[in-house]
């Protein structure tokens, strides 16, 4: 029996779909725990190029299931599109897919809510994905929620969908100075996918359990990356969900001694989508040129995503609240043509120089970093298989990694291809 989970080590974005594909080979079952349509995995198999949003990338392997666990929040109408979507193509999906009883379902109303809030907070704004997830993780904790499992008991529902209305619609009229939304149609919507959703409706704590018990191999799919987490994160600027290795338990229900092996994904430098603090952030000429050999626009919006230079003070801040044993590190090719090749290893804030990752926002928006600088590469790196067929100054980079975060970069990501992987164990 193995447990092993995958979690980004940024603002998401690390490349995880990849890296994910790639262990789930031989795996029985790929779990998601948390977030939902807010997520984008992109998976290149041969000529074919997937955009997951809901469903786990597992499922883009012949065999295994997966599982919605109940850490996770749904949006009904988006899976139905993105299981049509999958099938259409030749992928096997409805009798390996099943959903946790207990994910709580996005509605329309939590939706519009969620456009609505970042509309009203104009520069104050979170840059959210637009998904309608914080106001359904806010129902969640305010248990006036709609479960998955709710989809089961038709007789209920006008009546658990018009207590989630109650208030909504009082700001969409009053304040926001939009038409209110009708229970009893939003509840029409949601039985109209029973058909396909229905079979899919499990208790996914049970089926892990089990799973756990024959002794089977199971791959966690964290989404989103340790800094979006919603406590552990730059907060406010953070998705609502618990983005590190911290939400997987309560969003699977197994205990955390169960999960063995816990793999950190990081890009050769970092991303984020939306508004907050990205202390290595590149503006101008540097920062587009990462941003176009990347291709780093978002899976799920398309924007164009801010990019800068590694930063290993978040990174090793990551690594410690998650309990990371091992690192994949992905886009190393992207990095081909920069010289020098620079990484944060502190801030400096005030006359101050910390290697330590700041809880406050307004510490993170002051810092200064400071760099090291690599010697840069510019021989074309795609086509290595071995560590030693990558040029000697990306060795040394990588080398440089390892050591300073004292932690072993066991799989580096050379192209976006599915075999452009160097494993250095099994
Ligand atoms: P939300 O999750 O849509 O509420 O968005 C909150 C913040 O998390 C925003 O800055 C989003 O851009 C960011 N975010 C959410 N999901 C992802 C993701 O999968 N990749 C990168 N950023 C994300």
């Known amino acids: 029996m193995r447990v092993l989970s995958v979690v980004g080590l940024q603002w998401g974005d690390e490349g995880k779909g990849k890296v994910l594909d790639r262990l ?11 977030g939902g349509n807010n997520a984008g995995h992109t998976v290149i198999v041969g000529t074919e190029k997937y955009a997951l949003h809901h469903i786990p990338s597992g499922i883009l392997r012949d065999t295994g299931r997966c599982l919605i666990a109940n850490g996770s929040v749904v949006d009904p109408d988006a899976l139905v599109t993105e299981i049509a979507g999958l099938e259409d193509r030749g992928v096997r999906v409805r009798d390996r897919l099943f959903v946790s009883d207990r994910a709580h379902l996005i509605l329309p109303s939590h939706v519009a809510l969620d456009r609505a809030n970042e509309k009203a907070a104009g520069s104050g704004s979170i840059g959210t994905t637009g998904r309608g997830i914080g106001p359904c993780y806010a129902d969640k904790a305010s248990r006036i929620g709609v479960r998955v499992g709710d989809l089961r008991h038709p007789d209920g529902l006008v ?13 969409f009229t009053t304040l926001y100075d939009m038409p209110a939304f009708d229970a009893a149609s939003i509840a029409e919507g949601l039985l109209a996918h ?4 229905g079979p899919m409706i499990a208790d996914t704590s049970r089926m892990v359990h089990d799973s756990i018990e024959r002794g089977e ?7 989103q990356g340790v800094l979006l987490d919603i406590d552990l994160g730059t907060y406010p600027y953070v998705t609502s969900s618990n983005s590190s290795a911290c939400g997987i338990s309560a969003g699977t229900g197994i205990p955390p001694a169960c999960v063995e092996d816990v793999i950190g994904v990081m890009k050769a430098y970092v991303t984020r989508v939306g508004e907050g603090p990205f202390p290595t952030e590149l503006h101008g000429e540097e920062g587009d040129a990462l941003r176009d050999r990347g291709g780093e626009y978002g899976t799920t919006t398309g924007r164009p995503r801010r990019c800068g230079w590694l930063d290993l003070v978040a990174a090793r801040y990551a690594i410690r609240v998650s309990g990371i044993r091992r690192v ?3 886009k190393l090719d992207v990095l081909c043509g920069a010289d020098p090749i620079q990484v944060c290893t502190g801030y400096r804030i005030g006359d101050e120089t910390t290697t330590e990752f700041p809880s406050h926002v307004s510490d993170l928006e002051s810092i200064e970093p400071v760099y090291e ?3 840069g590469f510019d021989e074309d790196i795609t086509g290595a298989k071995r560590f030693d067929d990558l040029p000697k100054n990306a060795r040394r980079y990588i080398e440089a990694l390892e050591e300073r975060l004292g932690i072993r970069l066991f799989m580096i990501s050379v192209g976006s291809e599915r075999d452009q992987t160097i494993l250095r164990e099994s």
């Open 373 to 375: 600088s690599f010697d």
């Open 217 to 223: 191999t199971i791959l966690l799919e964290g989404s």
């Open 328 to 330: 994949a590190l992905t």
């Open 24 to 34: 789930s080979e031989d795996v029985d079952l790929v779990v998601r725990y948390q």
């Open 194 to 197: 029973r058909e396909i959703l």
């Open 159 to 171: 009546d658990r969908i018009a207590r989630h209305l109650e208030v909504k619609n009082h700001l």
